[in-house]
């Protein structure tokens, strides 16, 4: 994904259903659309922001 950065496997563990919408957004904007889907983002602040917002939905992983 980047040249030189790290990147982060970032898996969504639990149901945005009821969810206030600025997580349902965090959780979106990740690009995780199911439970159990994963996806391979890059370690910036901004994603680090929207991983703490969600916190108690996703798990994450350093990605190999």
């Known amino acids: 994904?980047?040249?030189g950065g790290s990147n982060l496997k970032?898996?969504?563990t639990r149901s945005i259903h009821g969810q206030l919408q600025n997580i349902a957004a965090s959780v979106r904007g990740l690009g995780l659309?199911?439970?159990r889907h994963s996806v391979i983002v890059q370690d910036t602040p901004?994603?680090?922001g929207m991983?703490?917002?969600a916190k108690h939905l996703v798990r994450v992983e350093k990605a190999s």
């Open 51 to 53: 991983i703490e917002t």
């Open 33 to 35: 659309r199911r439970i």
């Open 10 to 12: 970032v898996t969504l």
């Open 46 to 48: 901004q994603i680090r």
């Open 1 to 3: 994904m980047s040249a």
